[in-house]
Protein backbone atom coordinates (compact mmCIF):
# COMPACT_ATOMS: atom_id res chain seq x y z
CA UNK A 1 0.00 0.00 0.00
CA UNK A 2 2.59 2.03 0.60
CA UNK A 3 4.80 1.91 -2.88
CA UNK A 4 1.21 2.59 -4.53
CA UNK A 5 0.69 5.76 -2.65
CA UNK A 6 4.02 6.95 -3.06
CA UNK A 7 3.98 6.38 -6.92
CA UNK A 8 0.29 7.90 -6.99
CA UNK A 9 1.94 11.18 -5.14
CA UNK A 10 4.64 11.57 -8.23
CA UNK A 11 2.01 11.55 -10.68
CA UNK A 12 0.12 13.70 -9.24
CA UNK A 13 3.43 16.38 -7.90
CA UNK A 14 4.55 15.95 -12.08
CA UNK A 15 1.11 16.26 -13.73
CA UNK A 16 0.47 19.87 -11.37
CA UNK A 17 3.45 20.99 -12.82
CA UNK A 18 3.17 20.42 -16.42
CA UNK A 19 -0.30 21.95 -16.48
CA UNK A 20 1.17 25.39 -15.07
CA UNK A 21 -1.74 26.15 -12.85
CA UNK A 22 -1.51 28.84 -10.57
CA UNK A 23 -3.06 31.44 -8.15
CA UNK A 24 -2.26 34.02 -6.11
CA UNK A 25 -3.03 37.70 -4.33
CA UNK A 26 -0.99 40.32 -3.37
CA UNK A 27 -2.66 41.65 0.20
CA UNK A 28 -0.91 45.10 0.32
CA UNK A 29 -2.53 45.48 -3.71
CA UNK A 30 -5.03 43.58 -3.86
CA UNK A 31 -3.68 42.31 -7.17
CA UNK A 32 -4.52 38.47 -7.31
CA UNK A 33 -3.37 36.56 -10.64
CA UNK A 34 -4.28 33.31 -12.07
CA UNK A 35 -2.39 31.03 -14.84
CA UNK A 36 -3.44 28.27 -16.83
CA UNK A 37 -1.28 27.44 -18.72
CA UNK A 38 1.53 30.00 -18.81
CA UNK A 39 2.61 31.07 -15.24
CA UNK A 40 4.93 33.94 -14.17
CA UNK A 41 7.53 34.53 -11.49
CA UNK A 42 6.63 37.89 -10.27
CA UNK A 43 4.08 41.01 -10.94
CA UNK A 44 5.63 44.23 -10.38
CA UNK A 45 3.83 47.34 -10.30
CA UNK A 46 5.97 50.74 -11.99
CA UNK A 47 4.93 54.13 -11.48
CA UNK A 48 7.71 55.71 -13.74
CA UNK A 49 11.09 54.25 -12.46
CA UNK A 50 9.92 53.02 -9.38
CA UNK A 51 8.28 49.69 -7.77
CA UNK A 52 5.21 50.90 -5.94
CA UNK A 53 2.73 48.55 -3.66
CA UNK A 54 -0.01 50.45 -3.36
CA UNK A 55 -3.70 50.65 -5.32
CA UNK A 56 -4.50 53.91 -4.68
CA UNK A 57 -2.86 56.91 -7.62
CA UNK A 58 -3.29 60.29 -8.13
CA UNK A 59 -5.03 61.51 -11.13
CA UNK A 60 -2.88 61.53 -14.66
CA UNK A 61 -0.38 59.03 -12.45
CA UNK A 62 1.13 56.73 -15.01
CA UNK A 63 1.74 53.12 -14.28
CA UNK A 64 3.04 49.88 -15.44
CA UNK A 65 2.63 46.23 -14.71
CA UNK A 66 5.50 44.15 -15.53
CA UNK A 67 4.55 40.04 -15.82
CA UNK A 68 8.48 38.67 -15.19
CA UNK A 69 9.80 36.25 -16.74
CA UNK A 70 6.41 34.28 -18.26
CA UNK A 71 6.80 30.76 -19.09
CA UNK A 72 4.50 28.00 -21.14
CA UNK A 73 4.27 30.10 -24.33
CA UNK A 74 4.79 27.76 -27.54
CA UNK A 75 8.02 28.95 -29.54
CA UNK A 76 8.25 29.29 -33.02
CA UNK A 77 12.18 29.85 -34.75
CA UNK A 78 13.24 31.34 -31.37
CA UNK A 79 9.87 33.43 -31.03
CA UNK A 80 6.47 33.85 -28.64
CA UNK A 81 3.32 35.19 -30.04
CA UNK A 82 1.63 36.54 -26.78
CA UNK A 83 -2.13 38.34 -26.76
CA UNK A 84 -2.88 40.91 -23.92
CA UNK A 85 -5.83 42.76 -23.23
CA UNK A 86 -6.58 45.48 -21.27
CA UNK A 87 -9.98 46.48 -19.66
CA UNK A 88 -10.88 49.01 -16.66
CA UNK A 89 -14.27 49.50 -15.17
CA UNK A 90 -15.88 51.47 -12.89
CA UNK A 91 -17.89 51.09 -9.95
CA UNK A 92 -21.11 50.23 -12.06
CA UNK A 93 -19.14 47.50 -13.82
CA UNK A 94 -19.72 50.22 -17.11
CA UNK A 95 -16.00 50.02 -19.52
CA UNK A 96 -13.91 52.63 -19.25
CA UNK A 97 -10.98 51.81 -20.89
CA UNK A 98 -10.43 48.71 -23.46
CA UNK A 99 -7.79 47.35 -25.17
CA UNK A 100 -8.46 43.97 -27.19
CA UNK A 101 -4.66 43.15 -27.62
CA UNK A 102 -2.02 45.70 -27.18
CA UNK A 103 0.56 43.15 -28.87
CA UNK A 104 -1.71 42.96 -31.91
CA UNK A 105 1.12 44.57 -33.82
CA UNK A 106 3.74 41.96 -33.43
CA UNK A 107 2.52 39.57 -35.73
CA UNK A 108 5.75 38.36 -36.45
CA UNK A 109 6.07 37.38 -32.87
CA UNK A 110 8.48 38.49 -30.06
CA UNK A 111 12.08 37.80 -28.65
CA UNK A 112 11.88 38.38 -24.79
CA UNK A 113 14.76 36.40 -22.94
CA UNK A 114 13.41 36.01 -20.44
CA UNK A 115 9.92 36.73 -21.63
CA UNK A 116 8.85 39.66 -19.71
CA UNK A 117 5.37 41.30 -20.92
CA UNK A 118 4.06 44.90 -19.98
CA UNK A 119 1.09 46.62 -19.80
CA UNK A 120 1.35 50.34 -19.31
CA UNK A 121 -1.72 52.99 -18.19
CA UNK A 122 -2.66 56.53 -17.77
CA UNK A 123 -5.20 57.30 -15.19
CA UNK A 124 -6.48 60.11 -16.94
CA UNK A 125 -9.61 61.13 -18.82
CA UNK A 126 -12.02 58.94 -19.31
CA UNK A 127 -10.52 57.92 -15.75
CA UNK A 128 -11.70 60.92 -13.33
CA UNK A 129 -10.54 61.29 -9.56
CA UNK A 130 -12.25 60.70 -6.47
CA UNK A 131 -13.32 57.31 -8.03
CA UNK A 132 -13.23 53.52 -8.01
CA UNK A 133 -12.44 51.17 -10.57
CA UNK A 134 -11.26 47.21 -11.89
CA UNK A 135 -8.27 46.70 -13.78
CA UNK A 136 -8.52 43.34 -15.84
CA UNK A 137 -5.33 42.28 -17.83
CA UNK A 138 -5.92 38.92 -20.00
CA UNK A 139 -2.43 37.49 -21.45
CA UNK A 140 -3.08 34.81 -23.70
CA UNK A 141 -0.59 32.19 -26.11
CA UNK A 142 -1.62 33.06 -29.85
CA UNK A 143 0.31 29.09 -30.39
CA UNK A 144 -1.54 27.61 -27.69
CA UNK A 145 -4.12 27.14 -25.09
CA UNK A 146 -2.21 29.01 -22.23
CA UNK A 147 -3.67 31.80 -20.28
CA UNK A 148 -2.82 34.06 -17.81
CA UNK A 149 -5.36 36.74 -15.87
CA UNK A 150 -4.11 39.70 -13.29
CA UNK A 151 -6.94 41.43 -11.46
CA UNK A 152 -6.95 44.50 -9.10
CA UNK A 153 -9.57 47.20 -7.61
CA UNK A 154 -8.03 50.78 -7.13
CA UNK A 155 -9.07 54.46 -6.79
CA UNK A 156 -7.82 58.02 -8.16
CA UNK A 157 -7.10 60.53 -6.27
CA UNK A 158 -6.69 64.23 -7.14
CA UNK A 159 -3.42 66.11 -6.95
CA UNK A 160 -3.14 67.26 -3.38
CA UNK A 161 -0.38 69.30 -3.84
CA UNK A 162 -3.17 71.61 -5.98
CA UNK A 163 -5.46 73.66 -3.46
CA UNK A 164 -8.69 75.27 -4.93
CA UNK A 165 -11.76 77.06 -3.35
CA UNK A 166 -14.31 76.99 -5.27
CA UNK A 167 -17.56 79.31 -5.06
CA UNK A 168 -20.98 78.50 -5.63
CA UNK A 169 -19.45 76.48 -9.33
CA UNK A 170 -17.85 72.92 -9.49
CA UNK A 171 -15.26 71.04 -11.53
CA UNK A 172 -14.13 67.47 -12.13
CA UNK A 173 -10.54 67.72 -12.63
CA UNK A 174 -7.80 70.32 -11.81
CA UNK A 175 -4.47 69.46 -12.98
CA UNK A 176 -0.89 70.57 -14.03
CA UNK A 177 -0.45 69.25 -17.88
CA UNK A 178 3.44 69.15 -19.50
CA UNK A 179 3.14 69.57 -22.90
CA UNK A 180 7.34 68.67 -23.61
CA UNK A 181 5.98 65.15 -22.10
CA UNK A 182 2.55 64.96 -23.41
CA UNK A 183 1.58 63.75 -19.61
CA UNK A 184 0.45 64.98 -16.72
CA UNK A 185 2.40 66.38 -14.01
CA UNK A 186 1.98 64.80 -10.61
CA UNK A 187 4.94 65.87 -8.38
CA UNK A 188 4.62 69.64 -9.27
CA UNK A 189 8.45 69.48 -10.80
CA UNK A 190 8.19 71.89 -13.95
CA UNK A 191 11.29 72.51 -16.93
CA UNK A 192 12.76 75.39 -18.19
CA UNK A 193 11.29 75.96 -21.82
CA UNK A 194 8.52 73.46 -21.06
CA UNK A 195 5.28 74.96 -21.86
CA UNK A 196 2.82 73.92 -18.65
CA UNK A 197 -0.96 74.09 -18.96
CA UNK A 198 -3.16 74.32 -15.93
CA UNK A 199 -6.10 73.19 -16.69
CA UNK A 200 -9.94 72.82 -15.49
CA UNK A 201 -12.08 70.11 -16.77
CA UNK A 202 -15.60 69.67 -16.72
CA UNK A 203 -16.51 73.12 -15.32
CA UNK A 204 -20.09 73.29 -14.35
CA UNK A 205 -22.93 76.53 -13.05
CA UNK A 206 -20.98 79.25 -15.03
CA UNK A 207 -23.74 81.21 -16.58
CA UNK A 208 -24.63 81.17 -19.96
CA UNK A 209 -26.26 83.74 -22.70
CA UNK A 210 -26.84 82.28 -26.06
CA UNK A 211 -24.58 79.40 -25.56
CA UNK A 212 -21.66 81.67 -24.61
CA UNK A 213 -20.07 82.08 -21.65
CA UNK A 214 -17.93 85.55 -20.11
CA UNK A 215 -14.74 83.85 -18.12
CA UNK A 216 -12.26 85.79 -16.66
CA UNK A 217 -9.10 83.96 -15.70
CA UNK A 218 -6.04 85.42 -14.19
CA UNK A 219 -2.59 83.92 -13.27
CA UNK A 220 0.17 84.89 -10.79
CA UNK A 221 3.55 83.65 -9.87
CA UNK A 222 5.73 84.14 -6.99
CA UNK A 223 9.23 83.21 -7.29
CA UNK A 224 10.87 82.20 -3.50
CA UNK A 225 11.87 85.48 -2.33
CA UNK A 226 8.14 86.48 -3.06
CA UNK A 227 8.74 88.60 -6.14
CA UNK A 228 6.28 88.34 -8.65
CA UNK A 229 7.87 86.88 -11.90
CA UNK A 230 4.51 86.45 -13.61
CA UNK A 231 1.69 88.12 -14.30
CA UNK A 232 -1.78 88.38 -16.18
CA UNK A 233 -4.50 90.03 -14.54
CA UNK A 234 -7.29 88.55 -17.41
CA UNK A 235 -6.18 85.66 -20.25
CA UNK A 236 -9.77 86.16 -21.72
CA UNK A 237 -9.78 89.52 -22.15
CA UNK A 238 -9.98 89.17 -25.63
CA UNK A 239 -13.19 87.25 -25.11
CA UNK A 240 -14.69 90.37 -23.21
CA UNK A 241 -17.32 90.73 -25.79
CA UNK A 242 -17.95 87.80 -27.78
CA UNK A 243 -17.83 84.92 -24.80
CA UNK A 244 -16.76 81.57 -25.07
CA UNK A 245 -18.59 78.47 -27.04
CA UNK A 246 -20.54 76.78 -23.87
CA UNK A 247 -19.83 73.46 -24.39
CA UNK A 248 -16.09 74.16 -25.01
CA UNK A 249 -15.51 76.25 -22.13
CA UNK A 250 -17.66 73.14 -19.64
CA UNK A 251 -15.22 70.51 -21.42
CA UNK A 252 -12.01 71.98 -20.92
CA UNK A 253 -10.33 75.95 -20.42
CA UNK A 254 -6.71 76.44 -19.28
CA UNK A 255 -3.81 78.62 -18.60
CA UNK A 256 -0.61 77.92 -20.04
CA UNK A 257 3.15 79.43 -18.95
CA UNK A 258 6.28 78.93 -19.67
CA UNK A 259 10.20 79.91 -18.19
CA UNK A 260 13.65 80.46 -20.11
CA UNK A 261 16.88 80.24 -18.73
CA UNK A 262 18.96 78.54 -16.44
CA UNK A 263 18.14 78.95 -12.53
CA UNK A 264 15.22 79.76 -10.34
CA UNK A 265 14.53 81.15 -7.05
CA UNK A 266 12.54 77.92 -5.61
CA UNK A 267 9.69 77.25 -5.10
CA UNK A 268 7.58 79.21 -7.19
CA UNK A 269 3.96 79.96 -5.99
CA UNK A 270 1.29 79.73 -8.56
CA UNK A 271 -2.36 81.29 -8.30
CA UNK A 272 -4.91 81.37 -10.59
CA UNK A 273 -8.47 82.78 -10.74
CA UNK A 274 -11.01 81.50 -12.89
CA UNK A 275 -14.38 83.63 -13.04
CA UNK A 276 -17.89 83.99 -14.34
CA UNK A 277 -18.37 87.93 -14.98
CA UNK A 278 -22.05 87.17 -15.33
CA UNK A 279 -21.99 85.92 -11.54
CA UNK A 280 -20.23 85.76 -8.22
CA UNK A 281 -18.69 82.19 -9.04
CA UNK A 282 -15.22 81.41 -9.09
CA UNK A 283 -12.69 78.58 -9.15
CA UNK A 284 -9.21 80.14 -6.66
CA UNK A 285 -6.54 77.60 -7.36
CA UNK A 286 -3.21 77.55 -5.73
CA UNK A 287 -0.12 75.32 -5.83
CA UNK A 288 3.86 75.48 -5.26
CA UNK A 289 6.14 74.14 -8.05
CA UNK A 290 10.05 73.44 -8.19
CA UNK A 291 11.38 74.83 -11.01
CA UNK A 292 14.94 72.86 -12.82
Not at 15 to 39: A, M, N, P, Q, Y
Not at 127 to 146: E, H, M, Q, T
Not at 178 to 204: A, P, R
Not at 235 to 243: H, V
Amino acid sequence: MKKLFFAFLIILLTFSCDTRKSVHKDLITGLSTEGDGLSCDEVTIFSGDKTIQRNSFIFGEEISFNFSNIKGFNESNGKIFPGMSIVVTDRNKDTIIKADDVYDKYSDGVTLNPPTLKADLTLARPIRSGNSYSLFINIWDKKGDGKFSAEMNFEVKPNEKIKAARHNCNYDELYLFSDQNQKVITDNVITFGDNIFLIFEGMKEFSETDNKIFPGLSLEIKDGRDEVVLFDEDLFKDYENSGIDADSFKDRVSANFWFNGSEANNPLKLTAKLWDKSSDKYVLAETILTLK
